[in-house]
């Protein structure tokens, strides 16, 4: 769960070789990395700067007499701080660095760089590394710092697959400014699916253990109900269900269309980067922050013994949450989403709709009003209501201070809570569509109609969060809300048979899920006992704390 030390070499060290080493740099290096000969992890983040990678400090500035590029880190701002498995497992780094040849600055650019010696693990002369210490979760992957001291490497140890710099000095661009940006591209691409796992394992856990707790009543009988039966509870899980399938069904779509790209880049075609740099910068914030607040309602749902560690959600609660930090802080990465939508605004107020992606086409059509009692199509509609409307009012605000005068980085920044509020909606738009996509591809019609009720569940759970927007236009009426929240119950309770079966159906096993609360067998009295008893404080009766603390305390005449 808690990833390990060798979770960045597979997730970012390799793909990046994959990514940005030449064929010929990859014929040294990839196949012994594959082989785990060589262990890796992907340094960018820098103490002073994580967001902001212009401002990258450690540079690789060429020596042309030497063929070398010296990488130094000036101050210690500069240290690389935050890559997993780079504090003690990594002997080699994909270092990013802001290259320097002929004394002009040319940006980020990414280095293969050895760290530690591959016999004795020992780290390099000019090389300072180390472990930045305890987190609030993934505390199996060894976080690091890194520092260079005027370090030599290599010209040939530049990762030349879209960028080059000759022997003599000569730089060769890459196809596109971003292209080395996209080892960060692929693991946003991959992170729905990730996400929608963690939100999957709370889920399992909180569902069986809502079967097994019996805590009062419903109607008066001879059994306390099960805790799974009152509404609340339906409420507190089930939207959460539907999202853990509707974030992996994303998460299929992305991996595909990054896969789509690594192909295409290589033709030179870079035609899909900006689409898909949009659509999964948006995608990573709205599933983490979704996916850690579903974690938490689950974690809530089980009372007390779900704050003992015993439950395990807290742990993936630590390893999930961390993801709206990691691969772009969710604020950055909206904004990023924001510039897209504002472009495509601009672009239908230019006349110029048609030239619009698949993804943003909507933005130039309006919707009057929808019926819902004829379903899902229209709750689609409903979204990409919203989420127009809004990204109109963000950019217009955007655009209104910008013919005031105001500076375009100023009025950016006086609209960006809005701009954010536009990227959310419409990245809540293609969840739903995606999710809706997928379940009409379902062959078998058992499942089919379960993953409906889902969808239909998941839907109206959506639009009612959203309900300020579908409001604020008069575009929904307050009856056809009280539409939504019949359905949003009448699916809760359609939902309740198949519940456990939802959750069984991820096939956790209980040594991946790690909790007392979620084991298969439903035996949670009886294995809590054994878990508690199993604590190191329980080894002795009286602790050696009482002799040296307690007794002189409990003696002493104040
Ligand atoms: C179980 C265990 C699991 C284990 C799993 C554990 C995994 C943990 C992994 C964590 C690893 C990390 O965190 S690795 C480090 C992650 N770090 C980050 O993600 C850094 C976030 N920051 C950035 O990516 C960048 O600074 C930006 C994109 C925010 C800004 O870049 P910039 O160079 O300043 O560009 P900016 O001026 O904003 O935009 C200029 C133009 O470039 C475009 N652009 C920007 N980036 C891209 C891009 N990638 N692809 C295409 N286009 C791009 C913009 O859309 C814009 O187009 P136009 O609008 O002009 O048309
Ligand atoms: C668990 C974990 C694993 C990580 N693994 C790696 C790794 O393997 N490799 C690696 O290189 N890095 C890694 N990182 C670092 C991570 O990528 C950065 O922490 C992340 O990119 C955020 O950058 P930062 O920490 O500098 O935050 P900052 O950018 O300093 O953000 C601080 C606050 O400022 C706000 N902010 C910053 N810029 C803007 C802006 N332009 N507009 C609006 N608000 C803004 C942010 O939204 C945030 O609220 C990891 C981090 C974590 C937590």
């Not at 008069?474 to 079966?501: C, E, T």
Request: glycine share 6%; charged share 20%; with cysteine.
């Amino acid at each position: 769960m808690e990833g390990h030390p060798l979770a960045l070499h597979d997730v970012m060290f390799i793909p990046a070789l994959v990514a940005q080493a030449s064929d010929e740099q990859n014929k040294k290096w990839l196949r012994r990395a594959q082989r785990r000969e060589i262990v890796g992890c992907y340094a960018q983040t820098e103490l002073g700067h994580g967001s902001n990678l212009r401002k990258l400090e450690t540079t690789a500035t060429y020596d042309v007499s030497t063929q070398e590029f010296v990488l130094h880190t000036p101050q210690i701002t500069s240290l690389k701080w935050w890559p997993g498995g780079l504090g003690k497992s990594s002997n080699y780094a994909v270092v990013v660095a802001n290259m320097i040849v002929k004394e002009k600055h040319l940006g980020p650019h990414s280095f293969l760089v050895q760290l530690r010696d591959e016999i004795t693990h020992q780290s390099l002369k000019g090389i300072t590394v180390g472990d930045i210490g305890p987190k609030l979760s993934f505390n199996a992957i060894d976080n690091g710092f890194l520092g260079f001291d005027n370090y030599r490497i290599p010209r040939t140890n530049l990762l030349m697959r879209h960028s080059r710099v000759e022997p003599d000095g000569t730089y060769v661009k890459p196809p596109h400014a971003k292209i080395n940006y996209s080892a960060m591209v692929r693991v946003r691409s991959h992170m729905a699916t990730g996400q929608g796992n963690f939100l999957a394992q709370a889920l399992t856990i909180a569902v069986r253990y809502s079967t097994v707790r019996r805590q009062g009543f419903i109607e008066s009988g001879e059994q306390e109900v099960k805790v799974l039966d009152y509404q609340t509870q339906q409420h507190r899980l089930f939207p959460s269900i539907a999202k853990a399938y509707a974030f992996t069904f994303a998460g299929y779509e992305t991996i595909r269309l990054y896969e789509q790209l690594l192909k295409e880049v290589d033709t030179g075609n870079v035609s899909l980067m900006a689409d898909l740099h949009a659509l999964t910068s948006g995608l990573k914030s709205v599933v983490t922050h979704q996916t850690a607040q579903g974690i938490e309602q689950a974690r809530m749902a089980c009372g007390g013994h779900g704050y003992s560690q015993a439950s395990y959600i807290s742990e993936i609660f630590g390893v999930a949450v961390g993801g709206c930090t990691y691969e772009g802080e969710n604020m950055v990465m909206l904004l990023q989403l924001a510039r897209y939508l504002v472009k495509s605004v601009e672009q239908i107020k230019a006349g110029e709709s048609g030239k619009l992606g698949p993804l943003v086409a909507y933005l130039a059509v309006k919707v009057d009003g929808v019926d819902l009692e004829k379903g899902v199509e229209e709750y689609m509609k409903a979204f990409q209501h919203v989420s127009r409307l809004q990204t109109w009012k963000a950019s217009e605000k955007f655009l209104k201070l910008l013919k005031s005068g105001e500076k375009r980085e100023v009025a950016w920044n006086k609209s960006s809570v809005e701009l954010t509020r536009a990227s959310r909606l419409h990245t809540r738009l293609y969840i739903a569509e995606t999710f809706k996509r997928s379940v009409q591809e379902v062959a078998d019609p058992r499942l089919k109609e379960v993953l409906t009720d889902l969808l239909h569940l998941h839907v109206n759970y959506e639009l009612l969060d959203m309900a300020t927007y579908a409001l604020e236009d008069g575009f929904l009426s307050s009856s056809q809300l009280d539409y939504v929240r019949d359905q949003l119950y009448f699916y809760l309770a359609k939902i309740r048979p198949n519940a456990v079966s939802l959750v069984d159906s991820w096939e956790f096993s209980d040594m991946q899920l790690r909790s007392v609360l979620g084991r298969r067998d439903g035996n949670v009295y009886e294995n809590l006992v054994a878990w508690a008893k199993a604590s190191p404080l329980n080894k002795t009766d009286v602790l050696p704390s009482v002799e040296k603390y307690l007794k002189p305390m409990m003696n002493s005449k104040l």
